[in-house]
């Protein structure tokens, strides 16, 4: 019993049979999303297979330390909070309008620059607070996880733009990894409910293996051991680059808001804080920094790791600390790495469909502490309506210059934070009862 409640502390300590498997699953949930924008770049820019496995080792190394320092603070820096970190997908789009006139240096030229901005941001976000209340960071919340839908379901049926996308193959085996979570999620107590997820992974890329979906040749290829070099790419600054750079660290500041407070109130029932929040942005920021340094995208907070904290209920520094040094290990090492990338995305999947959409829940929870008519009722309806609709039609937008559309055509958690956040400042508030609810009342 004592052990079984020491997961569920922030600075407990549980045994190591317990709190390794709740890591890999952590790393496990992550692992696709931290590398995959990396890959996407490197191919846009038409790098070589080496260099490609290059950046995904550096991009492990990276996203293990950046998660280190969120869960143990240097300083601010740092929320001290389960807080799994990696390469951010929302800053792709923008990436690789960068990379296509200036190279990858221009992209982490750029980025270096904007990590410094958000940690200013962090500084100074315990008086911007109040612009936060729960219907922004929750509508955030809710915009990040409907978003993330899509995606999940492309992972399912095989990743998009793959040879077998939307076969009975990949989703049978998204359907067992679905099938075999909810079993141990629901029908068994303890470990194995809470590793329900690392189960339904490992399962599902054991049955993917008889299937002839899982190809080891680039593991055999992989090295023993390799340091990431600094600098390798160089660093280019430039204007243009920078300032869209900025326009979206803006952004991720305020989806960490809402992904630590998805955090807080899927494992603890509470509102974040304001030093965890400023901790929060300013590792986000820092993580970023050292990011470019080591030739990776900017790092932000893993919005698939806050809805397994949602899932399982598991809020514990030390399990997350685990799972970020067997990053930091499959950064160094590449052949563990490399077992691990070679994982079907429908096994994935069949996972983060869940996880996905416990981030949705959880932003849902946060919305309702307070009542949702009136003023609240206008923000949420209008920034998922036009949020989450432009997020699904980006060709909408086709006629705005193309700064715009980076920023607000790629993804609809831009479109819905901004909205909530404007429209919280200025619709005034309305002192009168809902006059629905007076109805009920006098009945």
Excluded: W
Excluded at 110 to 129: C, N, Q, Y
Excluded at 258 to 263: H, Y
Excluded at 315 to 340: C, D, H, S, T
Aim: net charge neutral.
């Amino acid at each position: 019993m004592k052990n079984e409640q020491t997961i569920y502390n922030l600075d407990g300590i549980p045994p190591l049979k317990t709190a390794v498997p709740l890591g890999i699953q952590h790393i496990l949930a992550m692992f696709a999303g931290n590398v995959a924008p990396l890959i996407i770049i490197a191919n846009a820019i038409n790098l070589p297979i080496d260099e490609r496995a290059y950046l995904i080792q550096c991009a492990m190394f990276v996203a293990g330390i950046a998660t280190l320092i969120q869960l143990y603070p240097i300083g601010p820096v740092g929320a001290k909070l389960p807080i799994v970190m990696g390469t951010s997908f929302g800053f792709v789009p923008t990436s690789l309008a960068i990379a296509g006139k200036y190279g990858l240096s221009g992209v982490l030229g750029a980025s270096l620059i904007g990590g410094l901005f958000e940690m200013v941001i962090g500084t100074f976000l315990k008086p911007l607070r109040k612009y936060f209340p729960p219907i922004v960071t929750g509508t955030v919340l809710l915009s990040i996880g409907l978003s993330l839908l899509p995606t999940g379901v492309k992972y399912f049926a095989g990743g998009a733009g793959t040879p077998g996308f939307g076969s009975i193959k990949n989703l049978l085996l998204g359907t067992i990894v679905l099938v075999t979570i909810l079993f141990f999620k629901q029908f068994t107590k303890g470990i194995t409910s809470k590793s329900a997820i690392l189960i339904g992974l490992v399962v599902g890329y054991l049955v993917a293996i008889p299937m002839g979906m899982v190809d080891f040749s680039s593991v055999g290829q992989a090295g023993l051991f390799a340091f990431p070099t600094p600098f390798k790419y160089g660093l280019t600054f430039k204007m243009d680059a920078i300032i869209a750079m900025l326009l979206m660290y803006l952004v991720t500041a305020v989806e960490t808001v809402g992904d630590i407070s998805g955090i807080t109130m899927g494992g603890a029932d509470r509102e974040a804080t304001d030093k965890e929040l400023a901790g929060g942005v300013i590792a986000d920021g820092f993580g970023s920094v050292f990011a470019a340094i080591f030739n990776v995208l900017p790092n932000t907070s893993f919005s698939q790791n806050v809805g397994l904290v949602a899932l399982t209920g598991v809020m514990n520094r030390f399990v997350v600390a685990l799972g970020a040094v067997f990053l930091i290990v499959a950064g160094l090492f590449p052949k563990v790495g490399a077992i691990i990338a070679v994982m079907p995305q429908s096994v994935l999947g069949g996972a983060a469909i869940v996880m996905f959409a416990m981030i949705a829940i959880s932003g849902i929870n946060l919305i309702t502490k307070e009542t949702l008519s009136g003023k609240n009722s206008i923000i949420l309806a209008v920034a998922l309506g036009l949020g989450f609709g432009l997020g699904s039609v980006p060709e909408a937008l086709v006629n705005l210059p193309e700064s715009v559309r980076m920023i607000f055509g790629g993804s609809g958690i831009v479109v819905s934070g901004t909205i909530a956040l404007v429209l919280n400042l200025i619709l005034p508030e309305n002192p009168e009862e809902n006059p629905v609810k007076k109805t009920v009342v006098q009945n």
